[in-house]
């Protein structure tokens, strides 16, 4: 069994017009040969993504879901231009081939790129790969060092210093992420409303100015076959912008799943940083701040925001569910994931903090009973 990662069948509804994007290649300066074989990857609820693989050329093509209204959404244009720009300032970005605004094509726009071959780290090392404790240790610290590597790269002065919105970075978010709870929030899960208060009322100043990944994951970055610790690629550029880096540590550690976690985030997880030679979370931190120098005067405003963005993503997709716009039995149980990150979010903030709201206090005591540890 290979360990490179590979993509599979096409979706049912989500087949390409190969013959048209074949011949629009070829028009605009991508010389491609078939016969072509067309898969796709994983997924679904973000961008499509089909691996292309023709005789001469090995190709990635990302385009918007079906439907998709607000181009704002799922900007291909922008993820393109984000991509091209920083390629030379970061190398691990894959290599932009060509990017289609004609939607007489498609129907939408969208890019086609080299695709990297590599291993991605999901949930589940393959087996095959036989890392020791001392190698997912090295694999850890150089994910770590990527996104580090990523937060100095020089943009000033380059294309890249449009992609952001200026200072207030950490307000903005705070804000935004807040409106977004309430238009997702369904009548079975918390109001995060002492979670919520709390962060307006620790915004910090934003602690500096940098290029930002926004969905930093083991399962973002693709590795070396040959030596599987080092990356090689980093993946999903789509909500890449200008802001503070420790948003971008925090919203990382809150996919960061230990050994020691409860059942309902080992059940959550998506990368495998439950395994022995990872950093724990603290780690994580202490590791970064070190590297870089940074020094907060509040990091658990950083881990609590992560927390509470991810419980919004969580469910802004449960309310599709909720609301039977999809059936994927997937996304049943999600609302019990929010009551869990509702609970590291309380504890994080801190239970002297809690006791100045009963009401909080004794929800937590009660959900903790509860749910498993």
Not at 153 to 171: D, H, M, N, S
Not at 192 to 207: A, G, T
Not at 340 to 365: D, F, V
Request: aromatic share 10%; glycine share 6%; hydrophobic share 40%.
């Amino acid at each position: 069994m290979s360990v490179i990662d590979t993509a599979g069948q096409v979706r049912r509804g989500e087949e390409l017009d190969i013959v048209s994007v074949t011949n629009w290649l070829n028009q605009n300066g991508v010389e491609v040969i078939e016969p072509v074989e067309v898969t796709q990857y994983s997924g679904g609820t973000s961008n499509w993504t089909y691996r292309l693989k023709y005789s001469n050329a090995d190709l990635i093509l990302r385009r918007p879901p079906a439907g998709t209204k607000a181009k704002s959404a799922h900007d291909m244009v922008r993820e393109h231009n984000v991509q091209k720009a920083l390629k030379d300032l970061y190398p691990v970005v894959p290599k932009m081939l060509a990017l289609c605004q004609d939607e007489s094509v498609l129907g939408c726009d969208f890019y086609v790129m080299q695709r990297i071959e590599g291993i991605i780290p999901r949930a589940k090392l393959p087996p095959e790969l036989k890392l020791t404790e001392f190698d997912v240790h090295q694999l850890c610290i150089n994910v770590l060092d990527k996104l580090i590597e990523l937060h100095q790269v020089p943009y000033q002065g380059t294309a890249l210093e449009q992609i952001g919105k200026g200072e207030g970075y950490c307000r903005r978010q705070v804000e935004g992420w807040d409106s977004r709870y309430d238009k997702a929030h369904t009548i079975n899960v918390p109001t995060f409303k002492f979670v919520r208060n709390w962060l307006k009322d620790n915004i910090p100043e934003d602690s500096t100015n940098c290029i930002i990944h926004n969905d930093w994951r083991f399962d973002n970055v693709i590795l070396n076959p040959q030596q599987p610790t080092e990356v090689i690629g980093v993946l999903d550029w789509e909500m890449a912008t200008i802001g503070d880096p420790l948003m971008d540590l925090g919203s990382a550690l809150a996919y960061w799943v230990e050994e020691n976690d409860n059942m309902i985030f080992k059940s959550t997880r998506r990368q495998p940083t439950h395994l022995k030679g990872m950093f724990t979370r603290k780690e994580v931190v202490d590791y970064y701040l070190e590297k870089t120098g940074l020094k907060p005067s509040n990091w658990t405003f950083y881990e609590v925001f992560g927390i509470f963005r991810l419980a919004v993503i969580a469910q802004q997709i449960y309310y599709r569910y909720y609301h039977k716009q999809t059936d994927n039995p997937a996304f049943k149980d999600f609302w019990i994931v929010i009551h869990a990150l509702h609970i590291r979010a309380l504890k994080l903030i801190g239970i002297q903090k809690l006791e100045a709201n009963e009401i909080a206090k004794t929800y937590l005591a009660k959900l903790q009973d509860i749910l498993p540890r």
